[in-house]
């Protein structure tokens, strides 16, 4: 089993930036992609970003490419979400997910394992 926890949510005024976390605990060394995805009101959950944890590389939505990078530190088991140039558009609970069998990074079936997510809310 894989624990994920997130951190770092919170208010903040469109443009400015917020750092998210997602802390992983357990059987972490089968982990192979860690992705996040966020859940707007009365939206369906989407997916944003991914990083493979074997050779780094990442992938975006469009609409945070340029904006949001994702990135990971191994040692600590934790993955990060640097948020920048936030807007309005960009509230939503922001969940952390971690799998360790993926074939499509874009399809939550694939993911095994959720934080419990973190509030996003960027004011105009």
């Known amino acids: 089993q894989v624990q994920l926890v997130e951190s770092g949510g919170g208010l903040v005024q469109a443009g400015g930036s917020l750092r998210l976390s997602c802390a992983a605990s357990?059987?972490?060394?089968?982990?192979?992609?860690m992705s996040w995805f966020r859940q707007a009101p009365g939206k369906e959950r989407e997916f944003v970003a991914t990083i493979s944890r074997g050779d780094g590389g990442t992938y975006y939505a469009d609409s945070v490419k340029g904006r949001f990078t994702i990135s990971s530190d191994n040692a600590k088991n934790t993955v990060y979400l640097q948020m920048n140039s936030l807007k309005p558009e960009d509230t939503a609970v922001y969940y952390c997910a971690a799998s360790t069998r993926i074939s499509n990074v874009l399809r939550q079936n694939d993911y095994s394992y959720w934080g419990q997510g973190t509030q996003v809310t960027v004011s105009s």
């Open positions: 357990g059987r972490t060394f089968s982990i192979i992609v």
